[in-house]
């Protein structure tokens, strides 16, 4: 269990309570920094930065980190829109704060000479205008940024809910999937999942990972059998081919893995 960093006190509670689950899916997982990065695509570098609270991690962060350690994204999905808006809400008033200080000063008035009253009448309506052009602008700023945040959730799960592979569990029924393998543009498929992004890793289970067990058996790389389970075997061939391709050999299913695969020729 690691020890983690005290969260900075400025943190706002609604990012506070995503750091915090955060962290507690990390030891759950009982994954390594280095281990979370090769298998979410984000570098360890920025999980550190992300998990001691010194910026709010992107929202295909979090939806990488539900799908590898096994949790359910919409929660915390649902959370991270909530620490985004009150993130956008905070920076209003230091934009009109920063707005007012950039106003021009009021000219001096020059000793024994009396300043017309209208000047000064005109000076503070055009303060007033000012200020309410810059708030108006900064909520019209808000409410769009706010909607493409909303737009970009909803595609987010509905992307995660439709790509992310189930994983092994007790009432899993053994199948064997039969490879219709054949080359269509310079690309190997074999009739189960036409993916080239999803990631599959230990013990995820489904079309995808069959598929890529038959493209892993055409390549040479014996992944056992065509069972549509992410295990021990698989996991070995995919290492294998890996090293063979002079890919990172960290025993995930990524994109340059998939692209190997589809293109790959026995060996």
Known sequence: MPRWKELPAELPPPTRQLIVRLRGLKDRSGLS????????????????????????????????????????PVRLLALHEIATEH????????ARAQALESLPAAPAQVSGERQPYGRHLRAALTAAAVVTVLSVSAALLLAVRLTEARTQLAHQRDATAATAPATVSATLVPVIYTCRLERQDGRWHAGLSPTAEVLLSNTQVGLEVAEAQCLLRRAGSVPGDIDGVFGPKTRRAVEHLQKRNGLIVNGVIDPPTWNALRQADPT
Do not use: F, H, I
């Open 33 to 72: 920094s280095r281990q979370l990065a090769a298998r979410t695509g984000y570098s360890a570098k920025s999980w550190q930065r992300y998990l001691n609270g010194r910026s709010l991690p992107p929202q295909e962060a979090v939806a990488a980190m539900s799908r590898v350690c096994g949790e359910d």
């Open 87 to 94: 993130r956008l809400e905070g920076r209003q008033p230091a």
